[in-house]
């Protein structure tokens, strides 16, 4: 059951204050990893919602907390989130419905597919070893899926795995990966960027 409170001290330094509950009762304690938004510091004075349990000792503490206000921000980042996962899905539909009217050579559908899987699971192993401390994959690496045709999985992977989608610095990159793809993209629709695809299927096989 969620309890409504009010943080009545708090020690930003060391992670943890008290919470005083509104139906009265003793304070709680709670500590900041019982938090889900770690981009917000808890204050004094402020609402909270938590559930109850006990530490090691037994004694009662909050876990699962969410400050006032956090619950319509994540309400909106989802819908944000489900917006990027929809325009990915679009863009390869677009592929494969220029592909099937013959605008394209099928095996662009086919090159977008395989590298967004690719950078899908590139993703997912650079935020496990990011867990374990173990090697990471340069973002340069992930920059050029990116642009080679597989941004659309890589933005599914920021958005279903939670992996690279705050990192300014990188989502800027990312996006100007993403309007140099679409450049391309559009160009093959042109009579020089079909016949130059072709060519390039021509000397590969």
Same mark, same amino acid.
């Given at each position: 059951?969620?309890?409504?409170?009010?943080?009545?001290?708090?020690?930003?330094? @060391?992670?943890?204050?008290? /919470?005083?509950?509104?139906? %009265?009762? @003793?304070?709680?304690?709670?500590?900041?990893?019982?938090?889900?938004?770690?981009?917000?510091?808890? +204050?004094?004075?402020?609402?909270?919602?938590?559930?109850?349990?006990?530490?090691?000792? %037994?004694?009662?503490?909050?876990?699962?907390?969410?400050?006032?206000?956090? &619950?319509?921000?994540?309400?909106?980042?989802?819908?944000?989130?489900?917006?990027?996962?929809?325009?990915?899905?679009?863009?390869?539909?677009?592929?494969?419905?220029?592909?099937?009217?013959?605008?394209?050579?099928?095996?662009?559908?086919?090159?977008?597919?395989?590298?967004?899987?690719?950078?899908?699971?590139?993703?997912?192993?650079? @935020?496990?070893?990011?867990? +374990?401390?173990?090697?990471?994959?340069?973002?340069?690496?992930?920059?050029?899926?990116?642009?080679? %045709? %597989?941004?659309?999985?890589?933005?599914?992977?920021?958005?279903?795995?939670?992996?690279?989608?705050?990192? +300014?610095?990188?989502?800027?990159?990312?996006? /100007?990966?993403?309007?140099?793809? &679409?450049? /391309?993209?559009?160009?093959?629709?042109?009579?020089?960027?079909?016949?130059?695809?072709?060519?390039?299927? +021509?000397?590969?096989?």
């Amino acid at each position: 059951m969620r309890v409504k409170g009010k943080i009545t001290s708090w020690n930003d330094d @060391k992670g943890y204050g008290f /919470i005083v509950p509104n139906d %009265g009762g @003793k304070q709680v304690f709670v500590h900041i990893n019982a938090f889900g938004n770690r981009n917000r510091r808890p +204050e004094v004075n402020q609402v909270v919602t938590y559930a109850l349990s006990n530490d090691k000792q %037994g004694r009662p503490c909050a876990v699962t907390a969410t400050l006032a206000g956090d &619950c319509l921000q994540q309400k909106k980042k989802q819908g944000r989130n489900s917006l990027s996962v929809i325009a990915a899905m679009v863009f390869l539909t677009i592929v494969a419905v220029s592909v099937v009217a013959s605008k394209l050579h099928p095996a662009i559908f086919a090159i977008y597919l395989a590298v967004s899987s690719m950078t899908f699971i590139m993703y997912a192993r650079d @935020k496990s070893a990011a867990r +374990e401390g173990a090697w990471r994959t340069k973002e340069s690496t992930l920059h050029l899926l990116a642009l080679a %045709g %597989g941004w659309p999985g890589a933005l599914i992977a920021q958005q279903k795995l939670r992996h690279k989608s705050k990192k +300014e610095s990188f989502l800027a990159v990312f996006w /100007i990966m993403v309007l140099l793809n &679409c450049a /391309i993209f559009i160009w093959l629709h042109t009579s020089q960027g079909t016949k130059t695809f072709q060519s390039f299927v +021509e000397a590969l096989m």
